[in-house]
Each structure stands twice: as structure tokens, then as C-alpha cells.
């Protein structure tokens, strides 16, 4: 939809080049018209742990969904992918949901390598931690973006056995449309026929449902969205009122996502001094800063397959309209 300018991906790399790219990135989409903000700004080490507090909302049932999935059908992952002798998770966070799954594997197995591929750091070392205590896992940590880690699984791939690469917790849904096919093309490129995907998809659910799990009454993800000024006034020199700017959620029925928006509540000039930004924003004018995409039961597979992947079996959990697929590369 829009371009990004031509910056480092990685914010891992050195904390000044981290702090360069942030402040070209504010800069250039808080330009645009609608005016917006990454969703992946949102993970720094508060915004991680605000995410977190999130999964554990009674409003916010996408985590608790999903782990249920994976702790009831882990076995069968471990069959229909056998033999395995690599899990790969984009994004681990605290490292839980691989760790059910790895928990269900057979003790008999050989020895199973886990890569975990995160730019946050404190992610990496929670997700390693939490596997710590398992015998013949060898943990391998990947500061890197997805793309990075992807090609270097696929330039060293295993002398036996498949691989099994975990997009869970939603994050498709981070991507639009074009972006979760490339995405998933991506996956697919850094695996060999044979190999698989388990994907974790959240799906379309009633607006009052979508509503209060990304506004929720205690008010955690209005605190999670407005982190990102709380991250620009600090890293950039911002100047962000943080009481002039409302949470709110929308359901675009026609566009099947939830948006996450920071709404100015006055007219307000805002300047952010590492960025060389001065902003007028009028009253009522938003800054878009997530989109949740829902999916359709019916497009999951959809999507699976113009990736190149031929789903194999798939759990929805009933009550929270939660999917999880499991994929096979053709
Ligand atoms: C981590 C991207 C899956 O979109 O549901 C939670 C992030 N945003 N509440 C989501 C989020 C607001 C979450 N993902």
C-alpha cells in the first residue's frame, strides 16, 4: 500500500542505527495521508510486556484459544510431521506456545533444534529460558527480522529429518492482504518440499466481540497503543501529550480487520526533534497504528495454498473462532 523509505529492516543491530531507523520511520508515515505508525513499534520492552498483560484479558481470548489448540492436538503435530528434527518460531515471545508443543513430542526422538527469530532481544532470551529444561532440545536465538533468520534457515538446512516453521499467535493478521501471501511465499522459499507450517489465524467474530478485545474495559491496549508516543517522546525528543490522545478501536466489516487508531483530541502542533517533524494535527484527526486482519474459515486454506503449502489438518476452536492449520510444502 505504501512504501517504506529505504532504511535498515533491522532495529537489532546497534541501538543508534535502532534509534536512526525509528526516527526516518516516524517521520515518514506520520507524513502520510492518513497519517500512521508501525505496528511493530509497538513491542519495545513495555510494549512487550502491556502485549502480554493483554493475553491474559478475560476480553483478548486469542492466546488463551490457541493454547488450547496446541496443547490438545500437539501429538498429531508431532505424527503428521514426522520425523522433525527443526521447530522454527517467527516471533516466540515469551516462548510458551513452542514450548507446549515441544512438550508433546516422544522422549525416544533424537535431538530437535529449535530456532527462535525475534529483533527483540528480551524476547529471545524469555523464549530460550523457558526451554532451558528440556532434554535433547538445542535452542538456537536469531536476533534478526523474519526475512533475516528465514534465509539463514534456508542456507543451512538440515542433514535429516523436516522442518517445522510456527507463525502463530495471530501475526498473520498483522499483514494486509498482499502481504500475508508474500509473507507466506517467504515461508515457504526457506523450506524444502515436505517441510511444514503450523499457523495460527484468528478468525471473524461478532463486532462487540472484536470490540472489546482491542478496547477492553481495564484499558491495557489503550495503554499498549499509547506506549508508542510514550516511545517517541523518549527515543526522538517527542513532544506528545499523552492525555490529548484517545484509544480507539474500529471493526472495517468491508476490509475484515480491526484498526487501532490514536485519536487527537484537540487541535495540537506536536514536534518530535530526532525526527525533524512539526505536526499539526486537528481535532478528531487519527494516527492509524495496527491492523488486526480476521479471516473467514474459508480463506485460511486459501491463503495456505497460493503460498505453495497444501494444508493437512486444521483445529478451530469453537468457542473463541480460533484457527490452527497445519501445512505441508507441495
Ligand atoms: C500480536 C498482532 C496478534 O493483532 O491481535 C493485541 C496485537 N493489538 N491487541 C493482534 C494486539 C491489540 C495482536 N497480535
Known sequence: MIERPAVPLSRASADADGSAAFALDVRYYLSQDPRQLPSRYLYDELGSCLFEAICRLPWYPVMRAEARLLDAHRHEVF?????????????????????????????????????????????????????????????????????????ELRDAPPTQGRTLV????????????????????????????GDFLLLGTDL????????????????????FNRNLLVQINRELGGDFDL?????????????????MHLVS??????????????????????????SSYKYQDATVALVVERAGFEPVVRWIDADDRFDLTLAKAV
Do not use: C, M
Open 166 to 193: 510456527l507463525f502463530l499467535g495471530s501475526n498473520i493478521g498483522n499483514f494486509d492482504p498482499p502481504g500475508a501471501d508474500e509473507f507466506l511465499r517467504e515461508i515457504r522459499a526457506a523450506l524444502s518440499p
Open 79 to 151: 505424527a503428521a510431521a514426522d520425523p522433525l528434527s527443526r521447530i522454527v518460531e517467527l516471533g516466540p515471545g515469551s516462548g510458551e506456545k513452542v514450548a507446549t508443543l515441544v512438550g508433546g513430542r516422544d522422549r525416544s526422538a533424537g535431538t530437535l533444534e529449535v530456532h527462535l527469530i525475534d529483533v527483540s532481544p528480551t524476547a529471545l532470551t524469555l523464549s530460550t529460558r523457558t526451554l532451558s529444561g528440556f532434554e535433547s532440545v538445542r535452542v538456537v536465538a536469531h536476533e534478526a527480522p523474519y526475512e533475516v533468520g528465514l534465509t
Open 243 to 259: 492525555e490529548s490522545f484517545a484509544h480507539r478501536a474500529l471493526w472495517k466489516a468491508t476490509e475484515s480487520r480491526v484498526e
Open 204 to 223: 471473524v467474530k461478532p463486532e462487540r466481540v472484536l470490540q472489546l478485545a482491542y478496547d477492553d474495559p481495564l484499558g491495557v491496549t489503550a495503554a
Open 265 to 290: 483530541l484537540r487541535r495540537q502542533v506536536v514536534r518530535v526533534e530526532a525526527a525533524e517533524l512539526e505536526l499539526t494535527l486537528d481535532a478528531d484527526e487519527s494516527i492509524w497504528t495496527e
